[in-house]
């Protein structure tokens, strides 16, 4: 299954697309990516809690049961682990299934056969079989949405072997690398933000993928890196113009895919800037940012001019009230405050109690 | 205002074969001679695999091993009733369907010696690998046999599993959606009395476990696991059903652990010596001698030649055993991945 890759290096994170270019939603991406890969292929289907339903997982999935039939689109039973079993064997099968959740905090239900079968099957298959699986998963934040309905878990997936992860933020992204998911032999947790979904930008209307493992720069800057994950690129990137006006120039780095993790290019943008900040949407304790923070400082400290910092939310569960909400989740102020503290630092110098 | 019965179930048992060996002619399915020659030169097979693996286990050439004796006809039974090109989802004490399924025994040896090579079944061989967390196959056998449909594939799909692993979710959600999108599959439930040492009677207040499909709408059938006429008779009406189109069948084999759970196990402190005596007298194998003898298709000769000849082909399968080269540590990373990514390259190096 070969799709032609995009030459497209970065596009910006946020903002109208380039005058005369094809724009599409988040939402309408990841639709238009799902539509073309059934077209293509008819061992590709979707399943999953609502997407046949009127709401459509958002819209993501809008009007594909009543083109593709429902066969091939459809609501499953609640069973959350026992509909993975299923996927995976489907899977295995031959068919390329992609099971959707409304809410990544259903994937615990999910997790004994995500992480005992799905990423192991062709391992202890002996490489006979694969299991081209794509799971989409959607995080959130802010509505009250509380303990239960806001989880960023994507670190509990890049912990496990067998595994790819993917958090795609912008528009183009989210088709290409959803295209690219769909075509991988290996099980892949595809991460969309809700917040990302009426976001637009420039989509391409042939089918393209974007390579999982590799990440982008979205702006070129000398005196920090800032790797920022799925919603924070665009918090980052907001920051960055803020910053701007103060005569600081932050360069920003979209892992798109945290399994595989293309270090190589933060390692180059380290190498560069001497300074590292990692704004993730999930915990810090243990989180995505620990493994970046954990590769550079083992591949690149000697080029660190500064500590390296992790943006994160606080190591509690959600909390529930809108006021509490504002103060718990990161933003672009968290990053803005942490690149001037590192300007003016010492790699030795002390973390501050708070980020 | 009526107050009715709206629906009953009627749960079938069936039993073809007495423990003195006498076939009730009506419910005897078709076997030609040569047939029922076949399915006994199996099960001595796999007892006399099933009492190797054991001994090599006790002698420290093989890790844990799980044995299966007391369930030959269950295994062998269901198993039988399959064509190439079905698939099969084997639990852990499974090695009795692996082998009426071809896979090569020195691989099952290999696979209880810590080899997970030994599960990777030779091309042609249709045989998933074992599942060891108890149950979870059962969705995937389910979501494969749901694939074959809508591929319109002549495939039926078999899950292996015991008692034990009916009160999972896996089990109930996997039999959910069989039912629901009336998938090509059966579900084989060796009801071995126990779930290690948690006896049936603690694991659902259910009579039967075949019952348990009616909830799921379709069949469930519950069989006497220890005559291999039953389970045969039942698993290739099943499989006819699953090719026809017309959904999966839940069958619950009756049958006894004649040995502990596992090797590691010591079966005295949770059942009586009486208990296992008790079930010694309806083996399975013996009946279907009984069988056969008062049916001239067995002679003191042929069984004979069927002990030599099966403990040569265990023996060669534990020189086979023995002589494969152990895997190397780079084999580990091939298969993680369809293709290694960047890092694990970068691993394999600082091995
Ligand atoms: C999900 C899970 N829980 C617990 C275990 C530990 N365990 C291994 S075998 C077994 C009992 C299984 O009983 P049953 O399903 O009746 O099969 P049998 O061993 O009798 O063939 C248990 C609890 C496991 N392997 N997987």
Same mark, same amino acid.
């Given at each position: 299954?070969?799709?032609?890759?995009?030459?497209?290096?970065?596009?910006?994170?946020?903002?109208?697309?380039?005058?005369?270019?094809?724009?599409?939603? %988040?939402?309408?991406?990841?639709?238009?990516?799902?539509?073309?890969?059934?077209?293509?292929?008819?061992?590709?289907?979707?399943?999953?809690?609502?997407?046949?339903?009127?709401?459509?997982?958002?819209?993501?999935?809008?009007?594909?049961?009543?083109?593709?039939?429902?066969?091939?689109?459809?609501?499953?039973?609640?069973?959350?682990?026992?509909?993975?079993?299923?996927?995976?064997?489907?899977?295995?099968?031959?068919?390329?299934?992609?099971?959707?959740?409304?809410?990544?905090?259903?994937?615990?239900?999910?997790?004994?056969?995500?992480?005992?079968?799905?990423?192991?099957?062709?391992?202890?298959?002996?490489?006979?079989?694969?299991?081209?699986?794509?799971?989409?998963?959607?995080?959130?934040?802010?509505?009250?949405?509380?303990?239960?309905?806001?989880?960023?878990?994507?670190?509990?997936?890049?912990?496990?072997?067998?595994?790819?992860?993917?958090?795609?933020?912008?528009?183009?992204?989210?088709?290409?690398?959803?295209?690219?998911?769909?075509?991988?032999?290996?099980?892949?947790?595809?991460?969309?933000?809700?917040?990302?979904?009426?976001?637009?930008? %420039?989509?391409?209307?042939?089918?393209?993928?974007?390579?999982?493992?590799?990440?982008?720069? &979205?702006?070129?800057? &000398?005196?920090?890196?800032?790797?920022?994950?799925?919603?924070?690129?665009?918090?980052?990137?907001?920051?960055?113009?803020?910053?701007?006006?103060?005569?600081?120039?932050?360069?920003?780095?979209?892992?798109?895919?945290?399994?595989?993790?293309?270090?190589?290019?933060?390692?180059?943008?380290?190498?560069?800037?001497?300074?590292?900040?990692?704004?993730?949407?999930?915990?810090?304790?243990?989180?995505?940012?620990?493994?970046?923070?954990?590769?550079?400082?083992?591949?690149?400290?000697? %080029?660190?001019?500064?500590?390296?910092?992790?943006?994160?939310?606080?190591?509690?569960?959600?909390?529930?009230?809108?006021?509490?909400?504002?103060?718990?989740?990161?933003?672009?102020?968290?990053?803005?405050?942490?690149?001037?503290?590192?300007?003016?630092?010492?790699?030795?110098?002390?973390?501050?109690?708070?980020? | 205002?009526?107050?009715?019965?709206?629906?009953?179930?009627?749960?079938?048992?069936?039993?073809?074969?007495?423990?003195?060996?006498?076939?009730?002619?009506?419910?005897?399915?078709?076997?030609?001679?040569?047939?029922?020659?076949?399915?006994?030169?199996?099960?001595?097979?796999?007892?006399?695999?099933?009492?190797?693996?054991?001994?090599?286990?006790?002698?420290?050439?093989?890790?844990?091993?799980?044995?299966?004796?007391?369930?030959?006809?269950?295994?062998?039974?269901?198993?039988?009733?399959?064509?190439?090109?079905?698939?099969?989802?084997?639990?852990?004490?499974?090695?009795?369907?692996?082998?009426?399924?071809?896979?090569?025994?020195?691989?099952?040896?290999?696979?209880?010696?810590?080899?997970?090579?030994?599960?990777?079944?030779?091309?042609?061989?249709?045989?998933?690998?074992?599942?060891?967390?108890?149950?979870?196959?059962?969705?995937?056998?389910?979501?494969?046999?749901?694939?074959?449909?809508?591929?319109?594939?002549?495939?039926?799909?078999?899950?292996?599993?015991?008692?034990?692993?009916?009160?999972?979710?896996?089990?109930?959600?996997?039999?959910?959606?069989?039912?629901?999108?009336?998938?090509?599959?059966?579900?084989?439930?060796?009801?071995?009395?126990?779930?290690?040492?948690?006896?049936?009677?603690?694991?659902?207040?259910?009579?039967?476990?075949?019952?348990?499909?009616?909830?799921?709408?379709?069949?469930?059938?519950?069989?006497?696991?220890?005559?291999?006429?039953?389970?045969?008779?039942?698993?290739?009406?099943?499989?006819?059903?699953?090719?026809?189109?017309?959904?999966?069948?839940?069958?619950?084999?009756?049958?006894?652990?004649?040995?502990?759970?596992?090797?590691?196990?010591?079966?005295?402190?949770?059942?009586?010596?009486?208990?296992?005596?008790?079930?010694?007298?309806?083996?399975?194998?013996?009946?279907?001698?009984?069988?056969?003898?008062?049916?001239?298709?067995?002679?003191?000769?042929?069984?004979?030649?069927?002990?030599?000849?099966?403990?040569?082909?265990?023996?060669?399968?534990?020189?086979?055993?023995?002589?494969?080269?152990?895997?190397?540590?780079?084999?580990?990373?091939?298969?993680?991945?369809?293709?290694?990514?960047?890092?694990?390259?970068?691993?394999?190096?600082?091995?």
């Amino acid at each position: 299954m070969d799709l032609p890759v995009d030459k497209v290096e970065s596009t910006r994170a946020s903002g109208p697309a380039a005058e005369g270019k094809r724009t599409r939603t %988040y939402r309408e991406a990841l639709r238009e990516a799902l539509a073309q890969a059934m077209e293509r292929d008819s061992r590709v289907f979707v399943a999953g809690q609502g997407v046949d339903d009127p709401g459509a997982v958002f819209g993501t999935t809008k009007g594909l049961a009543e083109r593709f039939g429902r066969q091939r689109v459809f609501d499953t039973p609640i069973a959350e682990n026992g509909i993975t079993g299923i996927m995976i064997g489907a899977a295995l099968a031959g068919m390329r299934p992609v099971l959707v959740h409304m809410r990544m905090d259903f994937l615990p239900m999910s997790m004994d056969q995500i992480v005992n079968h799905a990423a192991k099957w062709r391992f202890m298959f002996g490489g006979r079989v694969n299991v081209p699986l794509t799971i989409r998963c959607i995080i959130g934040r802010g509505w009250g949405a509380a303990a239960q309905h806001s989880q960023s878990l994507q670190a509990l997936f890049v912990h496990i072997p067998g595994l790819k992860v993917v958090m795609p933020s912008t528009p183009y992204d989210a088709k290409g690398l959803l295209l690219a998911s769909i075509a991988d032999e290996n099980p892949v947790i595809f991460v969309e933000h809700r917040w990302l979904f009426d976001q637009s930008g %420039y989509v391409p209307e042939e089918e393209y993928v974007i390579p999982i493992g590799k990440g982008v720069i &979205r702006r070129k800057g &000398r005196d920090a890196t800032v790797v920022a994950i799925s919603h924070m690129a665009y918090e980052a990137c907001k920051a960055a113009e803020s910053l701007e006006k103060d005569g600081i120039d932050i360069e920003i780095i979209d892992p798109r895919s945290l399994s595989p993790l293309d270090d190589e290019l933060i390692f180059d943008s380290v190498k560069k800037t001497g300074r590292l900040i990692i704004a993730d949407t999930g915990w810090k304790n243990c989180g995505v940012g620990a493994e970046i923070a954990a590769r550079v400082a083992s591949d690149a400290l000697g %080029y660190l001019k500064a500590p390296i910092r992790r943006i994160a939310t606080a190591d509690t569960p959600t909390p529930c009230s809108f006021e509490l909400e504002k103060e718990f989740y990161p933003s672009s102020e968290d990053i803005i405050f942490t690149v001037k503290e590192l300007l003016n630092k010492s790699p030795l110098s002390p973390q501050p109690y708070r980020r | 205002m009526p107050e009715e019965t709206i629906k009953s179930f009627n749960v079938g048992y069936l039993q073809v074969l007495d423990d003195e060996g006498h076939a009730d002619k009506d419910l005897m399915p078709e076997l030609s001679p040569g047939q029922i020659k076949e399915l006994y030169e199996l099960m001595v097979l796999i007892r006399a695999f099933d009492d190797k693996a054991f001994k090599l286990q006790r002698q420290g050439r093989l890790g844990t091993y799980l044995q299966v004796k007391g369930q030959e006809a269950s295994e062998v039974g269901a198993a039988y009733a399959l064509k190439k090109g079905d698939w099969i989802f084997p639990s852990g004490r499974d090695v009795g369907v692996l082998i009426t399924r071809g896979h090569p025994m020195h691989m099952l040896l290999q696979y209880r010696g810590g080899d997970e090579r030994g599960m990777k079944a030779p091309e042609g061989l249709d045989n998933f690998p074992i599942t060891i967390p108890v149950s979870t196959h059962i969705p995937i056998c389910t979501g494969a046999a749901w694939a074959s449909k809508m591929r319109r594939e002549d495939v039926v799909h078999m899950a292996f599993f015991g008692d034990g692993a009916t009160s999972r979710a896996d089990f109930h959600e996997g039999l959910n959606f069989a039912g629901i999108f009336k998938v090509p599959a059966v579900f084989v439930c060796e009801n071995n009395g126990y779930a290690i040492s948690l006896p049936r009677a603690r694991q659902t207040a259910a009579e039967t476990l075949a019952q348990k499909a009616f909830a799921y709408g379709f069949e469930g059938i519950q069989v006497d696991g220890n005559d291999i006429f039953a389970v045969y008779s039942a698993a290739s009406r099943a499989v006819a059903k699953a090719r026809k189109g017309d959904g999966p069948t839940l069958i619950e084999c009756v049958t006894y652990r004649i040995e502990g759970h596992s090797t590691s196990d010591d079966d005295s402190r949770y059942r009586t010596k009486q208990e296992v005596e008790e079930w010694r007298k309806k083996d399975p194998v013996d009946r279907l001698e009984k069988y056969m003898k008062k049916n001239k298709i067995l002679t003191d000769e042929y069984k004979q030649s069927v002990t030599q000849k099966t403990r040569d082909m265990v023996e060669k399968a534990v020189e086979d055993y023995e002589k494969v080269p152990p895997p190397e540590a780079a084999d580990f990373f091939a298969n993680t991945y369809a293709q290694p990514t960047e890092q694990l390259k970068e691993q394999m190096k600082e091995l």
